[in-house]
């Protein structure tokens, strides 16, 4: 693959972006889909919402969406979003998880607790997001009760939550109250709940989780290696689907670059060693240069 024909990374966070994103552990984005956009990714979650024997009275929770319907393969890396995963994962960026929800009059909904492991928590390891979830919000949701995700700001430095498995309602807690076409990014360690739905209008909402690559999938092994062949590029790749596990870890070289850098349109970095090998020279991350430049504070 020649060089001319790899993308630099689409957009992603300002640093006040990142700041308002550490300090709180969540972002919100509103605006960020055209309506064309929530209509058909609606239409897609209806559709696997019919076809799964739960439509019309029972939540829909469908996994690896995007190789169950072609309209969400756009899904693993829209310039919308894919430019911010990319700033924190960089050249190792993997989607870990696409979830398509529908929650209805209620219906079970989940309690306090964070994303990931539970029984040693990724931030017994680290304070930076070991997962980024991206939120779609596909139903306007102007009030609580409706369903809506809720969680604690500043909690994801926190590994314990008296509230853990219950429902109960806490002081300072958000209740996410947006427009359909609304994002939501949020750090894998925050506390989070789900408020009930006590409306006849279903909540519908598309969840789209990245890490490292080297962070096992939570929603397969690999992908099918048949629906892996129509897919792009930078989307097979995001995907990582390695058959040796360790190949997570050390990607094959024409792996990478996955992206081109999105201010130099180069595969390295100012200063970087080029006797060094594409594909085991390091590149940094946004964030890492951010730090070094002192344009933020986590
Ligand atoms: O549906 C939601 O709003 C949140 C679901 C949840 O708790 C999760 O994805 O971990």
């Known amino acids: ?86 700033d924190v994962y960089g050249e190792l960026l993997k989607m870990i998880l696409s979830h398509a ?35 779609l919000w596909l139903t306007d949701l102007p009030e609580p009760g409706m369903g809506n995700f809720v969680c604690l700001p500043d909690s994801h430095r926190s590994q314990a939550l008296d509230a853990y498995t219950t429902h109960e309602s806490l002081e300072g807690e ?40 080297w962070v096992v999938a939570a929603d397969r092994h690999t992908s099918d290696p048949e629906w892996l062949d129509t897919v792009g590029r930078e989307q097979r790749i995001i995907m990582r689907s390695y058959s040796n596990g360790y190949t997570n870890h050390k990607p094959p070289k024409d792996d990478s670059p996955l992206f081109l850098d999105r201010d130099t349109g180069l595969d390295i970095d100012a200063g970087a060693d080029e006797k060094i090998p594409v594909g085991i020279r390091k590149r940094k991350t946004t964030i890492e240069k951010f730090r070094e430049r002192d344009l933020v504070r986590h």
């Open 174 to 213: 958000r209740i996410l109250q947006c427009q359909a076409g609304t994002m939501t990014m949020m750090h894998g360690s925050i506390w989070h709940r789900v408020e009930d739905n006590e409306t006849d209008i279903p909540r519908k909402n598309i969840f789209l989780s990245y890490s490292p690559s």
């Open 1 to 86: 693959m020649s060089q001319q024909d790899i993308r630099p990374a689409p957009k992603g966070f300002t640093p006040e972006q990142w700041d308002t994103f550490m300090a709180d552990g969540f972002l919100v984005i509103e605006d960020a889909m055209s309506d064309d956009d929530v209509g058909r990714y609606r239409d897609a979650v209806d559709q696997l919402w019919r076809d799964g024997g739960n439509y019309p009275d029972k939540n829909l929770g469908a996994q690896n969406i995007v190789e169950k319907h072609p309209t969400f393969v756009e899904l693993i890396d829209p310039p919308r979003h894919v430019g911010y995963v990319y």
């Open 101 to 135: 929800l529908v929650r209805t009059r209620g219906a079970w909904h989940n309690a306090w607790h964070p994303d990931g492991a539970r029984l040693v928590p990724y931030g017994v390891y680290t304070d930076q997001p070991m997962q980024i979830k991206i939120g």
